[in-house]
Nanobody, 125 residues
Framework: QVHLVESGGGLVQAGGSLRLSCAAS????????MGWFRQAPGKERESVAA????????YYPNSVKGRFTISRDNAKNTVYLQMNSLKLEDTAVYYC??????????????????WGQGTQVTVSS
């Protein structure tokens, strides 16, 4: 498994931006698809972005498309989530995840096997 630690969460006003980071350790993420998920109180954990192991493919649900951007720096063993034009409904705990298998483009929750502890993002009006 990959040990993942998220950072960069916080309180931001609606319309603002945040950049989340996910640092991996114990194993290089070079060959792993990576993803970002979020979970709001009382709701299921949902995907907000995914990137293939070679960064050639990305995925975003309609709810964040055009506002969120996932990227990766394999040299730093880190994945990022740039969040712009934040809305109240973006408030949630954000989790970074690594795919179960190498060489894949994972999107669905059950395709990921390693998870970070999460970082809180709160968008205020």
């Amino acid at each position: 498994q990959v040990h993942l630690v998220e950072s960069g969460g916080g309180l931001v006003q609606a319309g603002g931006s945040l950049r989340l980071s996910c640092a991996a350790s114990e194993r290089a993420i070079t060959n792993y698809g990576m993803g970002w998920f979020r979970q709001a109180p009382g709701k299921e954990r949902e995907s907000v972005a995914a990137i293939s192991f070679n960064a050639r493919d990305t995925y975003y649900p309609n709810s964040v498309k055009g506002r969120f951007t996932i990227s990766r720096d394999n040299a730093k063993n880190t994945v990022y989530l740039q969040m712009n034009s934040l809305k109240l409904e973006d408030t949630a705990v954000y989790y970074c995840a690594a795919a179960k298998h190498t060489g894949t483009f994972a999107i669905m929750r059950d395709e990921f096997g390693s998870w970070g502890q999460g970082t809180q993002v709160t968008v205020s009006s």
